[in-house]
């Protein structure tokens, strides 16, 4: 199994990655690869969050890079914050105008205006089934009305940065055709999570979530837990067929 493309990965514009816009193609077109997403992290996050005015640059440069790359697909897109439960997410009418792909999901800490009640119910969910019930409830709530009141096309790692619901979250996104992720980099979704899901008829993308250029389009973990799973490639949105 193998994937054509990745919908999920960050470039110099989040403040967790170094990555030249042009260096995350260059690498990309000697994998190979069809179609990839250039999602950083919403404005939002207090930690990595891009800065709005930044996005108009990045779509300017990334027009002048399909024009310099013809043989490969390069979206802008975005990897959203979940914040708080109401299904909010960080993405506005002037940037949602501009952007081909959207990613969302929850990152712990993002935002403490938003999120202080999730983080601090996540933080404890360790030490206390009690905690940790709370700190699922509250995540399932956010995914799910995320999805809703959204046109998402994928949710990140979910379950990773917190517990959740798996069978609601699956039955949400299959209902509003949101893809899951398989994460190459977090480990979720699980195997048992993808067992799950997939009796929901949903979709699954296997990205890289990459930070590094060396890591762009590699996703064997990811492959590894599919197969694990039962999926096959009519399973997975990004797999040859």
Request: charged share 25%; aromatic share 8%.
């Amino acid at each position: 199994m193998q994937i054509h493309s990745d919908y999920h990965m960050h470039s110099k514009y989040s403040g967790d990655s170094k990555n030249e816009l042009e260096a995350i193609v260059q690498r990309a077109v000697e994998l190979g690869l069809k179609e990839i997403a250039i999602t950083d992290h919403g404005p939002k996050h207090d930690g990595y969050g891009i800065k709005k005015t930044d996005y108009w640059l990045i779509r300017k440069e990334i027009d002048l890079l399909k024009e310099k790359y013809p043989q490969i697909s390069i979206l802008l897109g975005i990897e959203a914050n979940i914040l708080g439960t109401e299904g909010m997410i960080d993405l506005d009418e002037d940037m949602r105008a501009l952007c081909d792909w959207v990613n969302a999901g929850y990152h712990f800490g993002s935002n403490l205006r938003h999120d202080l009640k999730i983080h601090f119910f996540n933080l404890l969910s360790k030490y206390s089934k009690y905690f940790y019930e709370k700190a699922k409830a509250l995540n399932t709530k956010a995914m799910v009305n995320a999805m809703t009141n959204n046109d998402i096309n994928m949710i990140t790692h979910p379950g990773a940065k917190g517990p959740i619901d798996i069978h609601e979250v699956a039955s949400v996104a299959s209902q509003t055709h949101t893809m899951l992720e398989i994460n190459n980099s977090h480990g979720h979704l699980t195997v048992a999570e993808i067992e799950i899901a997939k009796n929901y008829g949903v979709k699954f993308a296997m990205c890289s979530d990459a930070h590094k250029i060396e890591k762009i389009g590699l996703v064997p973990k990811s492959i590894e837990r599919a197969l694990a799973a039962g999926l096959t490639v009519e399973d997975i949105y990004n797999a040859f067929k």
